[in-house]
């Protein structure tokens, strides 16, 4: 079974830039989840989608940070502008139902300077 | 907010010993997880146990549950350098957002 596919890997922007990224979650799994992990720390949920309706985006930087998935499969996750705290790995995660474990992909590692 | 908190934030063990993590947490949950990341595997979910359940097993892991102290424990028998890894607990406090709240982790070290 394919895992969850995340590009880019890398990533470097400039501060004010825009950057996105693109999260495939595994086969028919209808829960996907963007997490941001700063170095040292444990992930930090950013936004959760059922299908393609957003679940909880509460923590959701909305002044910066936009979230799609259309079509109920892929999702992008934009940030626009970017800030210097914005420099962390953005983890993107899927599951088979709501209260079900979590398979996350490899991340994308963003550095803002 | 951090929900859940590792304790210690570091171990450094002699392969074949055994491993104990602690993790605390604040709300009521409705499942508690562990996950193992390091710079190989990325994010890899371990355990998952419900509020119901008190003790669960995956081959060379234990993780117990007390929901009365907010607690949660991973244990890791006879360890082997693969485990060196940083293990984070998660919580789901449920309510239909599933979202994990995750800690900052234990940093664990196998030494051969």
């Known amino acids: 079974e394919a895992g969850v596919a995340q590009s880019p890997r890398y990533k470097i922007i400039e501060k004010r830039q825009s950057v996105a990224f693109w999260c495939n979650p595994i086969?028919?799994?209808?829960?996907l989840y963007w997490y941001q992990q700063i170095l040292g720390q444990g992930p930090k949920l950013l936004i959760q989608f059922q299908n393609n309706g957003v679940v909880d985006d509460s923590q959701l930087p909305k002044d910066r940070f936009s979230a799609e998935r259309l079509k109920g499969v892929d999702s992008t996750l934009k940030i626009q502008p970017a800030k210097l705290e914005d420099s962390a790995v953005y983890l993107c995660?899927?599951?088979?139902?709501?209260?079900?474990?979590?398979?996350f992909g490899p991340g994308t590692r963003l550095t803002v300077t | 907010s951090q929900q859940g908190e590792e304790d210690p934030q570091a171990l450094s063990i002699q392969e074949g010993e055994n491993a104990t993590m602690n993790c605390s947490y604040k709300?009521?949950?409705?499942?508690l997880q562990w996950y193992r990341q390091n710079s190989g595997r990325g994010l890899v979910h371990l355990i998952l146990?419900?509020?119901?359940?008190r003790e669960k097993h995956s081959g060379r892991l234990r993780v117990t549950l007390d929901t009365s102290k907010k607690s949660s424990s991973l244990l890791i028998t006879a360890s082997r350098a693969a485990d060196t890894a940083s293990y984070f607990c998660?919580?789901?406090?449920?309510?239909?957002?599933?979202?994990?709240?995750f800690g900052k982790g234990t940093h664990l070290i196998i030494q051969p």
């Open positions: 086969s028919g799994h209808a829960t």
């Open positions: 146990i419900r509020s119901n359940e």
């Open positions: 995660a899927s599951s088979l139902a709501q209260g079900r474990e979590q398979y």
């Open positions: 998660a919580t789901d406090v449920g309510g239909g957002a599933d979202g994990l709240t």
């Open positions: 709300t009521s949950i409705n499942n």
